[in-house]
């Protein structure tokens, strides 16, 4: 079973930065793509970014110019840099992976969850 843990959360003031971590337990190439969700309380869950296998990255457009995708192979870890974060950054963020089984079939693995929380 795939496991994501996330890490690096907390708590920042308005204008700061976080960088959150999701450590993969497989080799990330074996994913079609990774990527970051948060939910804020009483939201959908939404999509932040994303990064597929050939390095290619999208982000939603509430965080573009802020927030940058990266990943270490060697180490199998998404990172996601925030900058500037915002009180409306607030909520729950949620490491994604989705794998290709078969044909179109895909699998979708999901962390547990790392709380940001931006005071103003």
């Known amino acids: 079973q795939v496991q994501l843990v996330e890490s690096g959360g907390g708590l920042v003031q308005a204008g700061g930065s976080l960088r959150l971590s999701c450590a993969a337990s497989?080799?990330?190439?074996?994913?079609?793509?990774m990527g970051w969700y948060r939910q804020a309380p009483g939201k959908q869950r939404e999509l932040v970014g994303s990064?597929?296998?050939?390095?290619?990255?999208n982000y939603a457009d509430s965080v573009k110019g802020r927030f940058t995708i990266a990943r270490d192979i060697a180490k199998n870890t998404v990172y996601l840099q925030m900058n500037s974060l915002r009180p409306e950054d607030t909520a729950v963020y949620y490491c994604?992976?989705?794998?290709?089984?078969?044909?179109?079939?895909?699998?979708?693995?999901w962390g547990q969850g790392t709380q940001v929380t931006v005071s103003s």
């Open positions: 994604n992976a989705v794998r290709i089984v078969i044909g179109t079939a895909s699998n979708t693995y």
């Open positions: 990064i597929a296998r050939d390095g290619i990255t």
């Open positions: 497989e080799n990330i190439f074996s994913f079609k793509n």
